[in-house]
């Protein structure tokens, strides 16, 4: 399998802490990308690290990417209840390889 | 604007029954693919179209078939369907295999019995 893994499977944290969640690949990559789901509904895009990119931010989500190690971080800051969803690390390289997903529960 | 829509988004079959699964795009995108999510097994390309009038097999292409039936359309076929193949399916579209985000349709979710 070509897919990557995300670590924790599960994290569940207070309303206002930072949740991290890491993604490791296999295969090299163009770029690596993150995915929300929220419970029923398919995956919205939430942001893309190039390959020859180390860190990159946007709003609330920080996300570093070393391809050395063939691992990315994914970091929510003060995170809110709306946060509560899983995320997926996706690596595209020929084709898109999702990793298993962690699942954030963030409580009020 | 729809984005991705797929269709039906609930369905129960019987083994060795056959359906299709169908999915539109109206942003004009060329690329589009079908995956199948799996209760801790994440997501899993069954096919792709890269174009209109090309498939390719993704990694779990046994006992799919697909049609790229214009720039819009991309449906999924079950021919025989087995109790493996209960799972939710996505449809998922790209402009450009260059860099670039895919849009998700809402899922189908099938149960074989």
């Known amino acids: 399998s070509q897919q990557g893994e995300e670590d924790p499977q599960a994290l569940s944290i207070q309303e206002g802490e930072n949740a991290t969640m890491n993604c490791s690949y296999k295969t090299s990559i163009n770029n690596l990308q993150w995915y929300r789901q929220n419970s029923g509904r398919g995956l919205v895009h939430l942001i893309l690290?190039?390959?020859?990119?180390r860190e990159k931010h946007s709003g609330r989500l920080r996300v570093t990417l070393d391809t050395s190690k063939k691992s990315s971080s994914l970091l929510i800051t003060a995170s809110r209840a709306a946060d509560t969803a899983s995320y997926f690390c996706?690596?595209?390289?020929?084709?898109?390889?999702f990793g298993t997903g962690t699942s954030l529960t963030v409580i009020p | 604007n729809a984005g991705v829509t797929q269709t039906p988004k609930f369905q129960v079959l019987k083994t060795g029954q056959s359906m299709t699964l169908q999915c539109a795009q109206d942003?004009?995108?060329?690329?589009m693919y079908w995956y199948r999510q799996d209760p801790g097994m994440g997501l899993r390309l069954i096919y792709y179209?890269?174009?209109?009038?090309?498939?390719d097999k993704g990694e779990v292409p046994n006992g799919y078939n697909v049609s790229r039936l214009n720039k819009r359309e991309f449906s999924l076929r079950l021919e025989s369907a087995a109790p493996s193949q209960t799972s939710v399916y996505f449809c998922a579209s790209l402009y450009s295999r260059g860099t670039g985000e895919l849009f998700f349709g809402e899922g189908s979710r099938l149960t074989v019995l």
């Open positions: 996706a690596t595209q390289g020929n084709q898109f390889y």
């Open positions: 942003m004009n995108h060329n690329s």
């Open positions: 179209s890269a174009s209109e009038g090309t498939t």
């Open positions: 690290i190039r390959s020859n990119e």
